[in-house]
């Protein structure tokens, strides 16, 4: 696979979320809100590169009865490096967002790159697939995030953008939007928009049903 189809095919042809139904559990927990949603991107992004490039760094030297325990040190390690970071210079959003950062440590999309990527590849490519799931990954948190803030609570990161009617504006917000289960719905129709436009991305059913006897089918 060449560079350009190694940054870009995660964004959306293979994304992380849409496609392998992975990283769900932040995506349905923390985006009622656009400015979680970025800090979570970024983080988790951050986590992506940096454990990414240790990985491909020591791949030669791992013996596979300890691969495991190494890569998910160096990912928890990557994670409290980030978590140090935001209760250094975004205290508030360190309080908010400490749980769902920590649990970055069990992210599927990132110990999924260190074996599918890292383990295999040098540090341009590992860096470059890193960058490119970071991206696919935030693209849908973000979307999700706008539609979910902006129509729930009639704001995108604090700024007022649709009058509420006990405001003396026009729009009835729709707080069913700032619960979980509604990012799930959301998540849902974006699956099915992008395998609709792309049939193949569409998986195989995993049975055919048997065929009836000709007696019951008369019948």
């Not at 923390?30 to 979680?36: E, G, K, P, Q, V």
């Not at 992004?45 to 495991?68: D, F, Q, Y």
């Not at 980030?82 to 975004?90: G, K, P």
């Not at 998986?203 to 065929?211: H, K, S």
Request: aromatic share 6%; hydrophobic share 50%; with cysteine.
């Amino acid at each position: 696979m060449s560079a350009k189809d190694t940054f870009i095919k995660p964004i959306l042809a293979e994304n992380p979320i849409t496609l392998h139904i992975l990283g769900i559990c932040s995506a349905l927990a923390i985006t009622n809100s656009l400015t979680s949603s970025l800090i979570m991107s970024v983080s988790l992004t951050a986590v992506l590169v940096m454990t990414n490039i240790v990985i491909s760094l020591v791949r030669r030297h791992l013996p596979s009865s300890v691969r495991l325990i190494v890569q998910i040190t160096i990912i928890a390690s990557a994670v409290a490096v980030i978590d140090q970071v935001l209760t250094a210079y975004l205290p508030d959003a360190a309080r908010t967002l400490s749980v769902y950062v920590a649990l970055i440590v069990t992210n599927c999309i990132v110990l999924g790159r260190a074996e599918a990527c890292a383990m295999k590849c040098g540090v341009g490519t590992s860096i470059l697939d890193a960058l490119g799931n970071g991206l696919g990954y935030s693209l849908i948190l973000i979307v999700v995030a706008i539609i979910r803030e902006l129509f729930g609570n009639g704001s995108l990161m604090g700024h007022r953008l649709l009058e509420l009617v006990h405001e003396g504006g026009w729009y009835v917000p729709n707080a069913m939007l700032l619960l979980p289960p509604s990012a799930f719905f959301i998540i849902g129709f974006l699956v099915w928009a992008i395998r609709s436009w792309k049939p193949e991305q569409t998986e195989a059913a995993d049975f055919r049903p048997a065929p009836l006897p000709e007696k019951e089918k008369r019948s």
